[in-house]
Antibody, heavy 115, light 112 residues
């Protein structure tokens, strides 16, 4: 059974970089695409971006080049960095699987941007 | 971006009665591989989303058969044949055909 687990700081200061990691268990991280999605409090769901095991990435243009997703196959992890954060980046961040299908989800991690 | 609209946004239902949620996309959702990447998700209070239906009408393993999906073109529907208490939550449609992939605003299902 494939499981995803997000981890990272729950509080980030404005203008700094948000960094999150998703650990994959029960499947090879080399077998698929991996996705980040976020959900601001009380709001809907928004794609951040995804990465293929070859390293190919795709990001939501709404993030204006601030997002970077990377892969660490030795640790079976993929990561998200979001630079120059503002209060608008406050959200629950979820890691997920294949971006067209989102068959599996992590439990999510809340990140608050505040000084 | 493809805009996904859902109606209604709030759906109070009586236990044991049917429920239906409509989802409309601003563009046709047929991908170059011939698939229609229209999926439905349930998000119970305090939980992460869970996929119920993928590619319009395919029910996920473990999803009760009272849930069904249908549709074509730009109009899609999620139906619950007989609502149970555990079905309370938010329901989202999502398109995975045109990047950036997008979600509908969500439909809140609760019990009357």
């Amino acid at each position: 059974q494939v499981q995803l687990q997000e981890s990272g700081p729950g509080l980030v200061k404005p203008s700094e970089t948000l960094s999150l990691t998703c650990t994959v268990s029960g499947a090879s991280i080399k077998s698929s695409y991996w996705t980040w999605i976020r959900q601001p409090p009380g709001e809907g769901l928004e794609y951040v971006g995804y990465i293929y095991h070859t390293g190919i990435t795709n990001y939501n243009p709404s993030l204006k080049g601030r997002a970077t997703i990377s892969l660490d196959t030795s640790k079976s992890q993929f990561s998200l960095k979001l630079s120059s954060v503002t209060a608008a980046d406050t959200a629950v961040y979820y890691c997920s699987g294949e971006p067209r299908l989102l068959d599996i989800w992590g439990q999510g991690t809340m990140v608050t941007v505040a000084s | 971006d493809v805009v996904m609209t859902q109606s209604p946004l709030s759906l109070p239902v009586t236990l044991g009665q049917p429920a239906s949620i409509s989802c409309r996309s601003s563009q046709i959702l047929v991908y170059s591989d011939g698939n229609i990447y229209l999926n439905w998700f349930q998000q119970r209070p305090g939980q992460s989303p869970r996929r119920l239906i993928y590619k319009v009408s395919n029910r996920d393993s473990g999803v009760p058969d009272r849930f069904s999906g249908s549709g074509s073109g730009t109009d899609f529907t999620l139906k619950i044949s007989r609502v149970e208490a555990e079905d309370v939550g938010l329901y989202y449609c999502m398109q995975g055909t045109h990047w950036p992939f997008t979600f509908g605003p969500g439909t809140k299902v609760d019990i009357k």
